[in-house]
């Protein structure tokens, strides 16, 4: 079973613009990795601010291998302070499964 993960992120405004690059790169580069099922990036239509990371991965390794990638760390020190609060990260479970 793969792991799906949604996570929102509660953008700075004044550094919107940018961290909607930076996410639209990092998510170019994780879709060539060979454990990243989905990572798509999408801004939300009912928050401005908001963006929302929808994941699927293959397993637990295939994200330890992408959180050590050199350009995740780059993402992260680009967006370090963008954000208005810590990042929501949902680890998702199928209802009945």
Not at 5 to 13: A, G, M, Q
Not at 16 to 30: G, I, K, N, P, V
Request: aromatic letters at 8%.
């Amino acid at each position: 079973m793969t792991i799906q993960i949604v996570v929102t992120f509660d953008v700075v405004p004044e550094r919107l613009e940018a961290t909607l690059a930076a996410f639209q790169e990092l998510a170019e580069h994780t879709r060539r990795e060979e454990g990243a099922l989905r990572f798509d990036a999408f801004r939300s239509q009912a928050e401005e601010h908001t963006v929302v990371l929808v994941e699927d991965w293959a397993d637990q390794d295939a994200i330890d291998l992408h959180m050590k990638e050199e350009y995740t760390a780059a993402f992260l020190a680009e967006v370090d302070g963008a954000f208005r609060a810590p990042a929501r990260v949902h680890r998702l479970a199928e209802i009945g499964g």
